[in-house]
């Protein structure tokens, strides 16, 4: 019996198809649920020779950890916090990049029940400013790369609640009360006790906060408790299906919460290892060879990292171990799915969720086909509605906001349970009994999901409704578009225009007739009201370091260079 089989009771192929799965799937947990504990201890004291994880440095340096390994290391990293002083309900600020040591301690602070909160070494002094303040952060634990110590010890001062700062990589700045991360823990006992009474944790407990990428504002500060591991079960196990002794391979920066998506707790429920890939810089034709020298059998990758890996000749790596492939972040375009399955046979399955929720609508492989330009279905232990702005069930076709049946006190596991200090925003998002997740789309006559983009993103012109995706797909197909972006521009006459934001292939060139070409490629090959009526041709566009392209930055910059 696999640890997942545990908490579900059935293997994952014993369902006949997505109608019994949906219906009869569900999570059985004990009130005192820890991942730590009750899957990375039992699987290191079980089966202790099996791989967990294999690292890589950025120059191709290779560690190898087995379950028993996570669970003796995860040991000492929480008897070395305890000796710092961090206890049960401490916030912890976590910069490790892709470093092992990530795992390390955020399996260590769910054993001591500290709270860990995952941020990206991109932050600058105003970054920490806020998260430490917001947070009330006691402890923060930085990568010794680059400059981010730097960083935040020019901000320092305006964090009170800060006590101890370390930093990772034997690199301890002179000055500034830095600690040597690594030492510490590598001294550590590895032997620790589950902490009964006071100090034990609840699975209702809160287990991590994470700061949304946000669309407008400042970013919100979202709680998950000890459930949310349990809610990754369909992430890893149903959606990525991940291999029993596999190997996956999911992109993502410790950053953000799409690395527990992919490199974390579905994976290990699965018992599969996990591939971590510590490089700078994201470069197709080097993944592409990371997948075949390493064989992985499982990937997932935002569709932006599919499209850049199709610009190599991907016949020239041998594939054969890949077996499963999946799709989040963005919408997929038809393009990137129909190249991808003619170069590697392979399928791509989408998902779709937010840093509030597990993965809750896609397609899952066995039980459903992937259908061009739709996201999926409702996955098991969500049931989703799409709803108009005045709460009524849309109609099939009818666009409205993905919502989640829920409460606060009856919910999936995975799903958010509201925002730290922030009662307005956790009424907002939980109210007549769903949560409202503020993304678009509609339901076709097979209840399927078209997914058409956040409501910030929806471009309203001339009455008409255009999502960017619609637009992005269409000119995606274009010989001449790498990449490209589509928001609205204000404007006096329509109240917004579509604008497409442009990256160009090798050997294209901005110019006047690229660019009536494209428009007019978009007007023969979808409504001609969705056209873009400005095209901008840029040498890159702004992504969050998971990959999504940040629309809401382009936006921003053009109120003030459209400003009527």
Known sequence: MTIYEKYVGRNRDDFKDYDDLVKNYKVSYPETFNFAYDVIDE??????????????SKNKEEKRFTFRDMMLWSNKAANYLKSLGINKGDKVLLVLKRSYYFWFTMLGLHKIGGIPIQATNMLVGHDFTYRCNKGEIKAVIITGDDDVTEHFDAVEKECPTVKLKLVTKHKVPKGGNWIDFEDGIEKASDVFTRPTGKDAVNAKDIMLTSFTSGTTGY???IMHDFTYPLGHIVTGVFWHRVIDGGLHFTISDTGWLKSLWGKFYGQWFGESAVLVYDFDKFDGEDILKVLQDYKVNTFCVPPTMYRFMLQKDITKYDLSSLKHCCSAGEALNADIFNKWKEGTGLEIYEGFGQTE??????????YQTPISGFIGKAMPGYEISIQGSDGRECMIGEEGEICIKATLQNKPCGLTCGYYKDEESTKHGFRNGYF???????????GNIKYIGRNDDVIKS?????????VESVMLEHPA????????VPDAKRGFVVKATVVLKENYKPSDELVLELQNYVKNNTA???YPRIVEFVSSLPKTISGKIRRVEIRNTDLEKYKQ
């Open 462 to 470: 001339s009455g008409y409704r255009i999502g960017p995706f619609e």
């Open 219 to 221: 970013p919100k500060m």
């Open 357 to 366: 929720t597990t993965v809750c609508l896609g397609t899952l492989g066995r």
């Open 481 to 488: 578009v790498l990449e490209v972006a589509v928001t609205g």
């Open 436 to 446: 409202h997740t503020g993304d678009t789309a509609y339901f076709d006559e097979r």
């Open 528 to 530: 001609p009201y969705k």
């Open 43 to 56: 699987l290191g004291r079980e089966k202790p020779d099996k791989l967990a994880m294999i690292w890589l």
